[in-house]
């Protein structure tokens, strides 16, 4: 089935630092999505991609969905403490599979003060 | 608004116990999906349904049952209890499909012993 690879596992960082996730899907995806989840909350969305090469920009985040339509990536710029969190990807891959939507592991992000 | 609601918060089951978690929605939407997360497994998806009457499997279905008999509503069945159910669900929905975005509820921690 579908497989959803997100690294790293975990990031510390210092605040100001920047930070990337990164993602990548065993097949090609028809969206891909980005959720938060603050420790001990539920998820949140984020942002969707759906486009190949597309990328967007969320103040001083920026996602990028690949030419291929199988991997993507979430960057912060100069991360705060309010940037702490586990971060999701998520893909859909249509056809048989359009009704699952499946996540990455997630991406820990500890920032120091 | 409220959102997805999902009842209980906690609960202590026993091994073999049955038991249901609810999951209600108010935003009318078609699309709804249950998870289970795990440490260093992300979300993994359970079951899900397109809309009222229409269920179906995702990665982790053994064990679990649901049914959608309105749009608004989409409980979980845990049929034995098991120590490995031990874990955190989260409900959410969509509004049409998985390729929208999903609202998640505030998650139920459950512990089986």
């Known amino acids: 089935g579908q497989q959803v690879m997100q690294i790293p596992q975990y990031q510390h960082v210092q605040e100001g630092e920047d930070f990337t996730t990164y993602c990548n899907s065993s097949?090609?995806?028809?969206?891909i999505q980005w959720y938060k989840q603050r420790p001990g909350g539920h998820p949140v969305f984020l942002i969707q991609?759906?486009?190949?090469?597309e990328v967007k920009k969320q103040k001083r985040l920026t996602f990028q969905f690949g030419e291929a339509k199988k991997n993507s990536s979430l960057h912060i710029t100069a991360t705060q403490t309010t940037d702490v969190g586990t971060y999701f990807c998520?893909?859909?891959?249509?056809?048989?599979?359009?009704?699952?939507?499946?996540f990455g592991q997630g991406t820990i992000l500890t920032v120091h003060p | 608004n409220a959102g997805v609601t999902q009842t209980p918060k906690f609960q202590v089951l026993k091994t073999g116990q049955s038991m249901t978690l609810q999951c209600a929605q108010d935003m009318n939407h078609e699309y709804m999906s249950w998870y289970r997360q795990d440490p260093g497994m992300g979300l993994r998806l359970i079951h899900y349904?397109?809309?009222?009457?229409?269920?179906d499997q995702g990665e982790v279905p053994n064990g679990y049952n649901v049914s959608r008999s309105t749009t608004e509503d989409f409980p979980l069945r845990l049929l034995s209890a098991a120590p490995s159910q031990t874990s955190v669900y989260f409900c959410?929905?969509?509004?049409?499909?998985?390729?929208?975005?999903?609202?998640f509820g505030q998650g139920t921690r459950l512990t089986v012993v």
């Open positions: 959410a929905s969509s509004r049409t499909t998985a390729n929208t975005e999903a609202f």
């Open positions: 349904s397109v809309g009222a009457g229409i269920t």
């Open positions: 998520a893909g859909n891959a249509g056809g048989t599979s359009y009704g699952k939507l499946t």
């Open positions: 991609l759906v486009k190949s090469g």
């Open positions: 097949t090609t995806l028809s969206n």
